[in-house]
């Protein structure tokens, strides 16, 4: 089966740099998503890893080491408009989506 | 157009109401899903049409009816809710069912079961 580790809840200070943490255990890999939700708006997608290392896209980066079972999302330069939830997103062994239970980010002047 | 529209974007409706709640895209994707949300919890997997066809029902009570009636639209009837119904529903499409492409999500349906 799966299981999805992530943090439930994190505050961090406008400017700073906040990294979200995610471990999880699949039986077989198909990667790992990103998505970030704003309270009552619907997900929108992140990023995608599937190769061990780090991809950056903007003030974003996720990082993936599929030995250990690990990813995290690395935000830069927070805005207040950052404050939203993180979900950490795995396929299982039929293509279904499983979700982590998402961390809430709450980012302060 | 990167858009899934879902409508209506609220909905009250009594538990002996029928209702339906409607999603679409333009994207040529051939994956749609639906998923329930509570609040502070990860959406959840409903069902998932592939090539316009069921290919996954998560054991959802039978209150709960999809349909796809072409590759751009789909349905979720509602009968005979009951109040722990109550939540956001997403839609969502992807390219096709394989887990290398990321959905798409609607903005979603706010139900309320009285």
């Known amino acids: ?109 | 157009d990167t858009e899934v529209t879902q409508t209506p974007k609220h909905l009250v409706m009594g538990m002996t109401n029928k209702k339906s709640l409607k999603c679409e895209q333009h994207m040529g994707h051939r994956a749609m899903y639906w998923y329930k949300q509570k609040a502070k919890k990860p959406p959840e997997l409903m069902f998932v049409y592939s090539y316009e066809k069921l290919s996954i029902n998560e054991s959802v009570p039978s209150r709960f009816s999809p349909e796809c009636p072409n590759s751009s639209l789909l349905n979720l009837h509602l009968h005979a809710l009951q109040p722990e119904d109550s939540a956001l529903y997403l839609c969502a499409s992807s390219q096709d069912r394989s887990s290398v492409y990321e959905q798409y999500f609607g903005p979603g349906t706010r139900l309320t079961v009285t």
């Open chain 1, 1 to 109: 089966g799966q299981n999805i580790d992530q943090p439930t809840e994190m505050t961090a200070t406008e400017g700073a740099i906040v990294q979200i943490n995610c471990t999880y255990q699949t039986s077989g890999f198909n990667g790992l998503f990103w998505y970030q939700q704003h309270a009552g708006e619907a997900p929108t997608f992140l990023s995608y890893n599937v190769l061990d290392g780090l991809e950056e896209k903007g003030r974003f980066s996720s990082f993936l080491s599929r030995s250990k079972g690990y990813s995290y999302l690395l935000l830069k330069e927070l805005q207040m408009k950052d404050s939203a939830s993180y979900l950490c997103a795995v396929p299982d062994n039929t293509d279904k989506l499983i979700f982590g239970t998402g961390t809430r980010l709450q980012v302060f002047p």
